[in-house]
Each structure stands twice: as structure tokens, then as C-alpha cells.
T-cell receptor
Framework: EAQVTQNPRYLITVTGKKLTVTCSQN?????MSWYRQDPGLGLRQIYY???????DKGDVPEGYKVSRKEKRNFPLILESPSPNQTSLYFC????????????FGSGTQLSVL | GQNIDQPTEMTATEGAIVQINCTYQ??????LFWYQQHAGEAPTFLSYNVLDGLEEKGRFSSFLSRSKGYSYLLLKELQMKDSASYLCAVRGRSNYQLIWGAGTKLIIKP
């Protein structure tokens, strides 16, 4: 089944404790992206990747890191989480950046205390 | 600046028709998307318009007017499972980045 797998689904952590949210897609997509979703706001892009070893900042990259060492994986790293990073996070992929539609992972609800 | 506007919330009755509007102001345009998002779940693709006019797909249709910076999503024969948020997103021409609206929460009543 074609899918984007994102883990964990829920995560509660404390300020400053490094964490990683994993994302993997099995569709051989070139383009992958991370978004955060907050109440009353549209999805905001954090980072995106056009292909292996190619990453770029989105609209709200501060406090986040990503890597794209393999085509299928695109982990999101929070080196020192802060409470303002409490949010719902989605990983997404598409065939290419100009592709018609994004496929989303199931989301990670992160709470930073 | 770039902006997408959609109503925050709408209510409709099961079996009826509802139209969700989206207006946009962007520096470029390379297509408009509609996604459906049930509470606590991931968005799923509904439609894509790049040319003016109406695209029909079963109970759902999407309309685009590029000159007016306007789109709508039309849902017919509403079912309870259509209760969800509907997200409008525009792909700008300059760098193909997607700009997202905040979404319209649609509540269906029996």
C-alpha cells in the first residue's frame, strides 16, 4: 500500500530534550516536506527536500533540522524543543515539487512542557 | 503579501448542497488545491484546478476564476461523513511553494 509513515503519533517531552520525528514514504517520491498545523492557522512549511541530500527552508524553519540521506526517509529533528513548538506536525511527499498532490503522514501531536 | 481567505466554519444539513469559498492574493499562480481533513487526521487530496472553470468529481466539484482570485468547492448530497475541515491551497508561480488557507470547518446536521 502506498503510504507515508510517520512516528510517533503522540509525543510529550520537556523543554530542551532533543527529539526526532521519523517520516518514510514507499512511493519513490522525490519531494518531501514537513508542516506544522496550529489552530486558526493554515499549514506552515518547516523544511522541504527536492531529492537526496537536497534540503531547503520553508516558512518557519527556526528550531528545526532535517536530513535526507535516503530517498524514502526525511526525519525532523528538534535539537532543543521549546513550548512554542507544541503543535501538530505532518510529513508529506509528492512525485516532484510540481506534482499534483501531496500524500500526508498521519501526523504527530507534539507537546513540549 | 500573500493571503488566502476562507470562512472559518459553515453548517449544512444532511442531503443538502454547500459551497465553500476561497479567495486568494498571491504573487504568482500555478494551481489551486482542495484538501479534506477529518478531525485529528491527515489532509487528503480532493481536487486540483489550474484553468478557469468547473471540475466535477462525483459529489464534489471545484471551480476556479483566476481573474477574480476565487475558487469554490461544491459538495452535493451531503453525508454525515462530510463533516470535516476543507483546506484551500495555492501553488505560487515563483517557487512552486504552497500557500495554505486556515481551513473551513464544515458541520453537517441530520
Amino acid at each position: 500500500e502506498a503510504q507515508v509513515t510517520q512516528n510517533p503519533r503522540y509525543l510529550i517531552t520537556v523543554t530542551g530534550k532533543k527529539l526526532t520525528v521519523t517520516c518514510s514514504q514507499n512511493m519513490n517520491h522525490e519531494y518531501m516536506s514537513w508542516y506544522r498545523q496550529d489552530p486558526g492557522l493554515g499549514l506552515r512549511q518547516i523544511y522541504y527536500s527536492m531529492n537526496v541530500e537536497v534540503t531547503d527552508k520553508g516558512d518557519v524553519p527556526e528550531g528545526y533540522k532535517v536530513s535526507r540521506k535516503e530517498k524514502r526517509n526525511f526525519p525532523l529533528i528538534l535539537e532543543s524543543p521549546s513550548p512554542n513548538q507544541t503543535s501538530l506536525y505532518f510529513c508529506a511527499s509528492s512525485r516532484d515539487r510540481g506534482g499534483e498532490k501531496l500524500f500526508f503522514g498521519s501526523g504527530t501531536q507534539l507537546s513540549v512542557l | 503579501g500573500q493571503n488566502i481567505d476562507q470562512p472559518t466554519e459553515m453548517t449544512a444539513t444532511e442531503g443538502a448542497i454547500v459551497q465553500i469559498n476561497c479567495t486568494y492574493q498571491t504573487s504568482g499562480f500555478n494551481g489551486l488545491f482542495w484538501y479534506q481533513q477529518h478531525a485529528g487526521e491527515a489532509p487528503t487530496f480532493l481536487s486540483y484546478n489550474v484553468l478557469d472553470g468547473l471540475e466535477e468529481k462525483g459529489r464534489f466539484s471545484s471551480f476556479l476564476s483566476r481573474s477574480k482570485g476565487y475558487s469554490y468547492l461544491l459538495l452535493k448530497e451531503l453525508q454525515m461523513k462530510d463533516s470535516a475541515s476543507y483546506l484551500c491551497a495555492v501553488r505560487g508561480r515563483s517557487n512552486y511553494q504552497l500557500i495554505w488557507g486556515a481551513g473551513t470547518k464544515l458541520i453537517i446536521k441530520p
